[in-house]
C-alpha cells in the first residue's frame, strides 16, 4: 500500500532552518509529482510546494518564495522540503501528498 512517512520537524528559532523529508513506498515514486502541503493550528491546510516527478520544475506558495527549496531523489524514493530563514507564521503540521495519499505529517514549530 501507499505510504508516505514525513520527518525532519521540530522547534527552530526564528531566523533558523529545518530540512524535512518524506519517504515514500508503495508506488512509482519517480513517475509521481509530489507536494508538501501545511496546516497551522486553528486553520486550513494549505499548499507550499510542488514538484515534477522529474525534478524539473517547481512552483510554491507566494510567502515561502525565496526560503523554501522543494527537492527530490529519485533513487532513493525521498521528497524534500528546505526551508530557511524560518518565521513563527511558519509553524504548522507539515504534510507530503504523493499519488493521492498523505502522509503522517511532521511539526515545526518556529519560536524564541
Known amino acids: 500500500q501507499v505510504q508516505l512517512v514525513e520527518s525532519g520537524g521540530g522547534l527552530v528559532q526564528p531566523g533558523g532552518s529545518l530540512r524535512l523529508s518524506c519517504a515514500a513506498s508503495?508506488?512509482?515514486?519517480?513517475?509521481?509529482?509530489m507536494s508538501w502541503y501545511r496546516q497551522a493550528p486553528g486553520k486550513e491546510r494549505e499548499f507550499v510546494a510542488r514538484?515534477?516527478?522529474?525534478?524539473?520544475?517547481?512552483n510554491y506558495r507566494d510567502s515561502v518564495k525565496d526560503r523554501f527549496t522543494i527537492s527530490r531523489d529519485n533513487a532513493k524514493n525521498t521528497l524534500y522540503l528546505q526551508m530557511n530563514s524560518l518565521k513563527p507564521e511558519d509553524t504548522a503540521i507539515y504534510y507530503c501528498?504523493?499519488?493521492?495519499?498523505w502522509g503522517q505529517g511532521t511539526q515545526v514549530t518556529v519560536s524564541s
Open positions: 501528498l504523493g499519488y493521492g495519499s
Open positions: 508503495g508506488f512509482t515514486f519517480s513517475r509521481s509529482p
Open positions: 514538484i515534477t516527478s522529474t525534478g524539473a520544475n517547481t
